[in-house]
């Protein structure tokens, strides 16, 4: 098998190929001077190969390029390509909120496989049950909160993991089994009489102990910082944040740290200053198992 690298997950790529004792093959990229994309992969390919391609920012760049890789790659002699997407862009937009809307994440996983990927492997997916809706080919959904969660061990007093909402109230969960935490879930409340807005757990007290914040995505981080404005006047000790996919979009990091938060952790599906937890290991093993099956 051929790992394939692009420049949106080299590192990332790299350290697949290492755990598996495969080649890596960086594909070759540049852009002509109208602004289309130029992909070639310099060598003949034999047997499987797996691209390694995230789409984060700027993300329609990044999924043109995709495509276009996914044909080279065949055109070079691969007789299977799996694709690992770390980051799926247009994942949120799964349904139609608003009548005349795309289902976007249905138009991203479409033309992957249109453009003859044969497996397809996504990491945290916002909507796992997307890839069953809109996929006939093989797929997996890799969810590595407890490698996030495993980050903090020894480094917590009596911690408590916080999800964003109820609907993520499992992945806190997970998490907290990782910590042996208490767990919960963040509300919004308004107060009647002074109209004050508050972000706090619904049922478990954080006054003096140390409060993790877990996320699939962190993007402009604005629930975030109000939560851990909230969880501070609580009077919680220490504030951390963690989450697969950090965008950090209009100087989320800074205003994150300006709101109290003492540390802030994410995976490597996005490069990003704070990805200190590499998905390399899961998404390797996932690999693997595509290729015995």
Same mark, same amino acid.
């Given at each position: 098998?051929?790992?394939? $690298?692009?420049?949106?997950?080299?590192?990332?790529?790299?350290?697949?190929?290492?755990?598996?004792?495969?080649?890596?093959?960086?594909?070759?990229?540049?852009?002509?001077?109208?602004? +289309?994309? /130029? !992909?070639?992969?310099?060598?003949?390919?034999?047997? *499987? #190969?797996?691209?390694?391609?995230? &789409?984060?920012?700027?993300?329609? +760049?990044?999924?043109?390029? %995709?495509?276009?890789?996914?044909?080279?790659?065949?055109? !070079?002699?691969?007789?299977?390509?799996?694709?690992?997407?770390?980051?799926? =862009?247009?994942?949120?937009? *799964?349904?139609?909120?608003?009548?005349?809307?795309?289902? @976007?994440?249905?138009?991203?996983?479409?033309?992957?496989?249109?453009?003859?990927?044969?497996?397809?492997?996504?990491?945290?997916?916002?909507?796992?049950? @997307?890839?069953?809706?809109?996929?006939?080919?093989?797929?997996?959904?890799?969810?590595?909160?407890?490698?996030?969660? @495993?980050?903090?061990?020894?480094? &917590?007093?009596?911690? !408590?993991?916080? #999800?964003?909402?109820?609907?993520?109230?499992?992945? $806190?969960?997970? =998490?907290?089994?990782? &910590?042996?935490?208490?767990? *919960? /879930?963040?509300?919004?409340?308004?107060?009647?009489?002074?109209?004050?807005?508050?972000? &706090?757990?619904?049922?478990?007290?954080?006054?003096?102990?140390?409060?993790?914040?877990?996320?699939?995505?962190?993007?402009?981080?604005?629930?975030?910082?109000?939560?851990?404005?909230? !969880?501070?006047?609580?009077?919680?000790?220490?504030?951390?944040?963690?989450?697969?996919? $950090? %965008?950090?979009?209009?100087? =989320?990091?800074?205003?994150?740290?300006?709101?109290?938060?003492?540390?802030?952790?994410?995976?490597?599906?996005?490069?990003?200053?704070?990805?200190?937890?590499?998905?390399?290991?899961?998404?390797?093993?996932?690999?693997?198992?595509?290729?015995?099956?």
């Amino acid at each position: 098998m051929t790992v394939i $690298a692009t420049s949106s997950s080299l590192g990332l790529a790299a350290r697949v190929a290492s755990i598996l004792s495969h080649e890596l093959i960086v594909a070759e990229e540049k852009v002509f001077p109208d602004g +289309e994309k /130029y !992909v070639r992969i310099p060598r003949r390919v034999s047997g *499987d #190969a797996i691209i390694i391609h995230s &789409l984060h920012p700027p993300q329609d +760049e990044r999924f043109v390029q %995709l495509l276009l890789t996914i044909d080279a790659v065949r055109g !070079v002699g691969a007789s299977r390509v799996i694709v690992a997407i770390p980051y799926l =862009a247009y994942a949120r937009q *799964d349904k139609r909120f608003l009548e005349g809307e795309p289902v @976007s994440v249905g138009v991203v996983l479409k033309s992957v496989e249109a453009a003859s990927a044969d497996a397809l492997i996504t990491v945290d997916l916002h909507k796992p049950s @997307s890839l069953d809706e809109w996929l006939r080919i093989p797929h997996a959904n890799l969810l590595p909160v407890q490698h996030l969660a @495993s980050y903090f061990l020894g480094k &917590l007093r009596d911690p !408590v993991v916080l #999800a964003p909402d109820k609907g993520a109230l499992a992945r $806190a969960q997970l =998490a907290a089994e990782t &910590l042996n935490a208490s767990f *919960d /879930y963040i509300e919004k409340t308004r107060d009647k009489i002074t109209g004050g807005v508050s972000i &706090l757990p619904r049922q478990v007290d954080v006054c003096g102990r140390d409060v993790v914040f877990i996320d699939d995505i962190i993007s402009t981080g604005g629930t975030l910082i109000a939560a851990a404005r909230s !969880v501070t006047s609580a009077g919680a000790r220490s504030l951390y944040a963690a989450c697969t996919h $950090a %965008l950090l979009i209009s100087g =989320a990091l800074d205003k994150l740290y300006a709101a109290g938060l003492k540390e802030v952790v994410a995976t490597d599906t996005v490069p990003s200053p704070v990805s200190k937890v590499s998905i390399a290991k899961p998404l390797a093993e996932a690999i693997a198992e595509f290729l015995i099956g």
